[in-house]
Nanobody, 115 residues
Framework: QVQLVESGGGLVQPGGSLRLSCAAS????????MGWYRQAPGKQRELVAG???????NYASSVKGRFTISRDNAKNTVYLQMNSLESEDTAVYYC?????????WGQGTQVTVSS
């Protein structure tokens, strides 16, 4: 069973930065494609950024140029560096691990962007 634990969320002012972390256990982390998703109140969960096992990345258009996803296979951890945060980035952020037919989710971490 894969376990994912997110951390790093919190309250930040517009224009500020946060770095989210997602630590994985119970699997061969390097095999998995990892992704960060978010869900704002009243909205569907959406993909924010993804990174393949080979290190290729993709981003939602709304965060491109502001967010950076990265992974450290030695630490079984994926990161999301979020810069120039906007109020529209307020949401619960979830980590996802996917490999063939398997998909696992973390419990989520709240990010609130407000002055």
């Amino acid at each position: 069973q894969v376990q994912l634990v997110e951390s790093g969320g919190g309250l930040v002012q517009p224009g500020g930065s946060l770095r989210l972390s997602c630590a994985a256990s119970g699997t061969i982390f390097s095999l998995y494609a990892m992704g960060w998703y978010r869900q704002a109140p009243g909205k569907q969960r959406e993909l924010v950024a993804g990174i393949t096992s080979g290190g290729s990345t993709n981003y939602a258009s709304s965060v491109k140029g502001r967010f950076t996803i990265s992974r450290d296979n030695a630490k079984n951890t994926v990161y999301l560096q979020m810069n120039s945060l906007e109020s529209e980035d307020t949401a619960v952020y979830y980590c996802n691990a996917a490999y063939t037919l398997y998909s696992y989710w973390g419990q989520g971490t709240q990010v609130t962007v407000s002055s």
